[in-house]
């Protein structure tokens, strides 16, 4: 059954109320826009996108995205309308401790909300990851299987961010027809009117990305005329960017079009003022049963419909894709390199993949401009691209931005286990994806290669030395740092059966093979014990592990006993029992910690501490990491000292 023209004006009346009054219960939150776009999520949820309110996580579902996420009262009203579990106290406790309202939209916390938003231009980027996926799996498993649409909504301050354009850029090139992005022209910012910091022609940018472009002019008001241009969208094989001129905090007598509507919360007489004019109560979150039983309803019918035309996949391809593992023993036949053997890890990474590529069907990876640095590529499959949608392997250029923000949406629309790539030093450009991918538990594998001062001749501006302690600080992250070729065939393995976000970071250079790779299980293990009982520990990561067996060798020949423990995941590491971590770095025994990093961190575990901290040098990469102090001789002088 359809909505009625008095329920359809009724619903926008609601959606108006509840997008005021949640902001003034809380005396904080953003109404204005999701006054003005009432309207359009009224005709989203209940006339134009495909979904299931019994079944959020239905794969076959359209994927909805609020890029400008702090209009979340807004996407609330619409998941409390169409049944998706929230009640009116929901409402009532927005923005409060333990809500499921928080103020930004959070995936896995609210269910409905596909992705974790708030950070601008975010949003809009993780569509294009969501559109990616959506693609890829419509032509390997065939259209009865997939076969959806993902809508984003994003405002001027998601296009004012660099990323949008990265991710519009990357969209348009890979001829993503089912992405319809409407663009929240209301010409306002916080600051004042738009053209206060930018006059850009936004419908010729986005013809100029290739997008399929459409001035809609000012019909944000009219329902009918939404959906036609909303169904007509999905009618082009190009992503759509459909230019909706609206009015903030319309329909209120004394804010509309006032860049203060965006985030003040209205007084309760402008609440009352503008319910007034709307002709509804003025009560807070009015919200009549019969309207909010036949919106239920109307959504429960049209998902249902929907749902039932879909049957199930049953492959163990789709299986295991939708999953983001691999098929059974995916794993019972990983490379082993030998004691002594020599291979940087960014090379033995490759090798991981290829052993694992087959079993792994949701598997997709790609670099920012460096497949032939990083070791990322995919030999069994074909790139990515509109003729070729079937391909796993995405070239996404120089944009490293968008490439973790597609990853993220990649991974939250599931069926996809993303892997990207680039050069350590360029993880500055990813943190924002990086960190919402931690807050979102997104199954992405984040690989960084070069990840010290072995980088070597190209100098300080890509040498990392305080990157690797940026990321172990972010909650939830898992971060591997492998010794070596073995070390990194675990990681890998690990970052498959891993439930969130991993990064590997890998050497430019070749290392010396002395693990088994079995210290990535735990965080930690013990690589050499010495003969007698140890009188220090000598605890490294990646490429110093090599450093400090050498140094352990050269200790023992003038007595002194040395344990050499590989480190590769602090994290992991954190997550042990008191015992086992006892069992690797005994109380009773001094510590030394060597990295080519910097020491912010190491205090924890380490008395004494080998790192860089201090910017590089221009230089042939081992002598650089010699000047630096990362070597055999200094690695001695100061364990001995310890001991002393």
């Known amino acids: 059954m359809s909505l ?219 329902l009918d005329a939404l959906e036609a241009a909303l169904v007509a969208a999905r009618e082009t094989d190009k992503p759509s960017f459909l230019m909706l001129r609206t009015h903030v905090a319309h329909p209120s007598p004394k804010w509309e079009d006032d860049h203060s509507a965006h985030g003040n919360p209205f007084t309760a007489d402008d609440v009352a003022a503008t319910k ?95 497949k032939g640095s990083n070791g990322v590529a995919l030999g069994a499959s074909h790139p990515f691209s509109p003729s070729a949608p079937d391909g796993r392997y995405i070239h996404y250029g120089i944009r490293e931005h968008a490439m973790g923000a597609s990853a993220v949406g990649m991974a939250l629309h599931g069926g996809v286990l993303p892997v990207t790539a680039t050069f350590f030093v360029f993880a500055d450009y990813m943190r924002p994806p990086i960190r919402l991918a931690a807050i979102s538990e997104a199954k992405v594998c984040f690989v960084f290669t070069h990840d010290s001062v072995g980088v070597g001749e190209d100098g300080p501006t890509h040498q990392p030395v305080e990157q690797l302690a940026s990321l172990r600080v972010i909650p939830g992250l898992h971060v591997i740092r492998p010794a070596d070729g073995n ?52 605890l490294g990561t990646g490429s110093e592990v090599a450093v400090c067996v050498e140094a352990a060798s050269v200790l023992a020949e003038s007595g002194i006993a040395a344990r050499v423990v590989s480190m590769p995941s602090i994290d992991r590491f954190e997550a042990q029992s008191d015992k086992f971590r006892a069992s690797i770095l005994p109380e009773e025994l001094p510590v030394l910690s060597v990295e080519a990093g910097v020491t912010f961190g190491w205090a924890a575990y380490a008395d004494a501490s080998i790192g860089i901290d201090r910017f590089g040098a221009s230089a042939p990469g081992k002598l650089v990491l010699d000047k630096l102090g990362i070597n055999v001789d200094h690695v001695v002088e100061v364990a001995t000292a310890l001991v002393d």
Request: with cysteine; proline share 5%.
């Open 4 to 222: 009625t023209n008095q329920q359809d004006s009724q619903a926008v009346s609601l959606i108006r109320g509840i997008s005021m009054d949640g902001p003034l219960a809380a005396n904080s939150g953003h109404q204005g826009t999701g006054m003005a776009l009432a309207p359009l999520a009224h005709v989203l949820y209940s006339r134009v996108m495909k979904h299931d309110p019994a079944d959020p996580h239905w794969p076959d579902r359209d994927r909805f995205v609020l890029s400008n996420g702090h209009v979340s009262i807004m996407q609330y009203a619409m998941l409390f309308l169409s049944g998706y579990g929230l009640e009116l106290d929901d409402l009532q406790n927005f923005r409060q401790w333990g809500s499921a309202t928080p103020g930004h939209p959070e995936v896995h916390h609210t269910a409905g909300v596909e992705v974790t938003t708030g950070p601008l231009g975010q949003g809009f980027a993780n569509a294009v990851g969501m559109a990616i996926a959506e693609a890829n799996q419509r032509a390997r498993f065939g259209a009865e299987a997939v076969d959806h649409h993902t809508y984003v909504i994003a405002g001027d301050g998601c296009m004012m961010e660099g990323i949008s354009h990265e991710a519009a850029d990357l969209a348009g090139h890979l001829g993503l027809g089912h992405l319809i992005c409407i663009f929240d022209d209301n010409k306002i910012t916080i600051d004042g009117a738009t053209d206060l910091a930018t006059d850009v022609d936004m419908a010729a940018r986005f013809r100029a990305y290739g997008w399929d472009v459409v001035e809609l002019g000012d019909i944000s008001n009219d």
């Open 276 to 370: 007034a004019v709307m002709g509804i109560p003025n009560e807070p979150f009015w919200a009549p049963d019969e309207l909010v039983a036949a919106y239920r309803e109307h959504t429960a019918t049209r998902g249902a419909t929907a749902h039932a035309r879909w049957t199930t996949p049953t492959s163990p391809d789709w299986t295991a894709a939708q999953g983001a593992t691999g098929l059974d023993g995916w794993d019972t036949d990983l490379p082993v390199y030998e004691q002594g053997e020599s291979v940087a890890t960014r090379k033995a990474i490759q090798k991981a993949l290829d052993a694992t590529d087959a079993n792994l069907p949701g598997l997709m990876s790609g670099s920012a401009d460096l």
């Open 487 to 538: 070390e990194t065939i675990h990681a890998w393995a690990d970052a498959v059966r891993h439930d969130g976000p991993s990064v590997l970071v890998l050497s430019r250079q070749d290392i010396p093979v002395t693990t088994d790779g079995s210290a990535v299980e735990r965080g930690a293990g013990i690589v050499r014990e010495p003969d007698a009982p140890a009188q220090v520990v000598l």
